[in-house]
């Protein structure tokens, strides 16, 4: 009797085992191919997204998906003959999502650094973004570098990406001050209580200048604070990047990222190669 | 967002929270015996495995273990598991039964020897000794630990927000890098505390109820 109970529980612990791996799909028929026939084949490309606002994001209804990189993405995989499938990740294990071909691609506003480039192939990057230094019409022309701000008044919204870059600035951080809102830092310089804001391009490009309420103040071109690249990431040694990247020049060409970029305001950061 | 529309988006969170706790719940109770079973057989390598097997999955963190069984065959063997959820509940089934088999075999063994002893002179047999005598103090013995666990695996259904299953950790994450607001990562310890105290109403009226041998 002993031994039927052994035998039965044995039996169990073997229905376990296989009912736990009855859902794994053997995908080693296809590892001959490339990454792209692979994806191909399969008739969707799995897009590794986070919930990031412009790029990826939920619409009012709170079900639709919406943003820059959706509606890129969505126009990408038309041209490439397969079905978008966005899957929320977490954005810490994106890297692991990617290797163990659980996504394909990461999608996401993704910032292109020397150290991400080791484990990712990048295609060629898209759109942009910086921080940038925004002073009185009439002296923009006289800086080149922060060194040329040296001692300056200098103004940033508290806890933006542009403090960061003036407190990683031995010139810009000797004086100065923190405000509460962006638009505030240039009422500041506007109004002459202090010589220089830093602030986030889009914003900028889009708050100064002829038409604007501050048609006297000036972007300083040559200043870049903090400027990163968004590309999207593909396996290392994987053959879809270049696919992008072909994919990526027709929609230029047609005029498709152009449309989506206005949809969203975000014309000034598009790189278009 | 409004108060109402947050709920809403949070309690379609709070269903795959409720779906990991009753599925891990309803398998892993009759697989924790099976575990007891090996872990206390007579038959040495058996035990010697299920031993192992019992520190290994006690001796890693649960989150590690949903990493493991969701990005595991990927990275080895290039072997896809599409299903986050499946992986979540093989590896929530596994555990959960592993814990609970160790709260089986303590119930078990706590029974005097004694009384195995004594069912053998009045002529029981062992299964009779077994199911009239060990098992219904056992299964009363054991209540308060078991609560103690099934709450824990209420709270450790969060742990599936790492692979990024919508549960209600996730769903609350969503809302706050969608809306800009976060109140509702607040807000979902509500939902965790009311349905912890309807178990613990219902434990306290189970362990009333086998309230029996008093005396």
Redesign the interface.
């Known amino acids: 009797m002993?031994n039927k109970?052994?035998a039965v529980?044995l039996a169990?612990?073997i229905a376990?085992l296989t009912f736990?791996?009855a859902?794994?799909?053997?995908?080693?028929s296809n590892?001959a191919a490339s990454d792209f026939d692979a994806i191909k084949s399969s008739g969707k490309l799995v897009i590794g997204i986070?919930?990031?606002?412009p790029m990826n994001?939920?619409a009012e209804d709170?079900v639709t998906l919406t943003g820059f990189d959706t509606d890129f993405a969505t126009a990408a995989c038309e041209k490439l003959g397969v079905t978008p499938e966005f899957?929320?990740?977490?954005w810490e294990?994106k890297e692991?999502?990617l290797?163990?071909?659980?996504i394909d691609v990461i999608w996401n506003g993704f910032t292109v650094t020397e150290e991400g480039k080791q484990n990712i192939d990048f295609t060629n990057s898209y759109m942009f973004n910086k921080q940038c230094v925004v002073v009185k019409a009439e002296n923009a022309d006289k800086y080149q570098s922060t060194a040329d701000l040296d001692g300056l008044s200098v103004v940033a919204e508290k806890g933006s990406a542009g403090e960061d870059a003036i407190q990683g600035d031995e010139f810009l951080s000797k004086n100065y001050t923190s405000v509460q809102a962006q638009t505030d830092t240039l009422l500041e310089v506007k109004s002459g209580t202090a010589d220089a804001a830093v602030l986030d391009y889009v914003m900028a490009k889009a708050s100064v200048g002829d038409g604007t309420s501050y048609s006297d103040l000036a972007i300083v071109e040559g200043i870049d604070l903090a400027y990163e690249e968004y590309a999207i990431g593909c396996r290392k040694g994987s053959d879809l990047d270049e696919k992008l990247n072909d994919v990526m020049a027709e929609l230029v060409a047609d005029g498709t990222i152009e449309t989506i970029a206005e949809k969203y305001d975000l014309t000034a950061n598009l790189i278009t190669k | 967002m409004s108060f109402s529309?947050v709920t809403l988006?949070l309690l379609d969170g709070f269903q795959a929270t409720l779906f990991i706790f009753f599925v891990t719940l309803f398998a892993s109770l009759p697989?924790g015996m099976?575990i007891t079973?090996?872990s206390m057989?007579?038959?040495k390598p058996?035990h010697w495995l299920t031993r192992t097997f019992v520190w290994i999955i006690r001796g890693t963190p649960l989150m590690l273990q949903v990493?493991v069984v969701?990005?595991g065959?990927?990275?080895i063997?290039?072997?896809?598991?599409?299903?986050r959820m499946?992986a979540v509940l093989?590896a929530f089934i596994i555990n959960y039964a592993t814990y609970f088999s160790e709260i089986y075999r303590g119930g078990i063994e706590s029974i005097p020897i004694g009384q195995h002893e004594a069912g053998q002179v009045l002529g029981m047999s062992k299964r009779q000794i077994f199911f009239r005598i060990v098992l219904p103090q056992v299964i009363k013995r054991i209540v308060p630990p078991m609560g103690n666990e099934i709450i824990t695996l209420v709270k450790d259904t969060s742990l599936a927000?790492?692979?990024?299953v919508?549960e209600l950790v996730?769903a609350a994450k969503?809302i706050v890098?969608?809306e800009?607001i976060i109140w509702p990562l607040f807000y979902i310890g509500v939902f965790y505390l009311l349905f912890c105290g309807v178990l613990t109403i219902l434990f306290n009226f189970i362990e009333k109820k086998l309230n029996y041998y008093k005396g």
């Not at chain 1, 290797?99 to 659980?102: H, P, Q, R, T, V």
């Open positions: 002993k109970v052994l529980m169990v612990i376990v736990g791996f859902g794994c799909k053997n995908a080693s590892a986070t919930i990031f606002d994001y939920y709170g899957q929320i990740i977490n294990t692991i999502e290797n163990a071909k659980k | 529309a988006r697989l099976v079973a090996c057989s007579k038959f058996l990493i969701f990005f065959p990927g990275l063997f290039d072997v896809q598991m599409r299903s499946t093989v927000n790492i692979i990024a919508i996730m969503t890098s969608n800009h």
